[in-house]
Nanobody
Framework: QVQLVESGGGSVQAGGSLRLSCAAS????????MGWFRQAPGKEREAVAA????????LYADSVKGRFTISQDNAKNTLYLQMDSLKPEDTAVYYCAADDYYGVCGARLLRVASFAYWGQGTQVTVSS
């Protein structure tokens, strides 16, 4: 059973930065597709960024390209999301997700339904 625990959320002013971490256990993280998703109040959960286990290919939502960076430290079993130039519209609960599908990922990396394992979420609040 894969277990995911996020940390690093908080409150920041617009233009600031935060780094989220996700500690994974119960599975070899190098064989997991890993991703970050977010959900704002009253909105559906949406993809932010993800990494494919087959080829380390990364995908980003258009809304965060150039501002957010996803990375992975397999030695520490940890996934990161570096968030720079934060905007008020980035305010949401951020979730770490994982899935053990091993193959060409493509657009499935940015679909909520593609991920079987989820963390509890961490709140990110960006004030203007």
């Amino acid at each position: 059973q894969v277990q995911l625990v996020e940390s690093g959320g908080g409150s920041v002013q617009a233009g600031g930065s935060l780094r989220l971490s996700c500690a994974a256990s119960g599975y070899n993280p190098s064989r997991l597709n890993m991703g970050w998703f977010r959900q704002a109040p009253g909105k559906e959960r949406e993809a932010v960024a993800a990494i494919c286990s087959l080829d380390d290919n990364t995908l980003y939502a258009d809304s965060v390209k150039g501002r957010f960076t996803i990375s992975q430290d397999n030695a520490k079993n940890t996934l990161y999301l570096q968030m720079d130039s934060l905007k008020p519209e980035d305010t949401a609960v951020y979730y770490c997700a994982a899935d053990d599908y091993y193959g060409v990922c493509g657009a499935r990396l940015l679909r909520v339904a593609s991920f079987a394992y989820w963390g509890q979420g961490t709140q990110v609040t960006v004030s203007s």
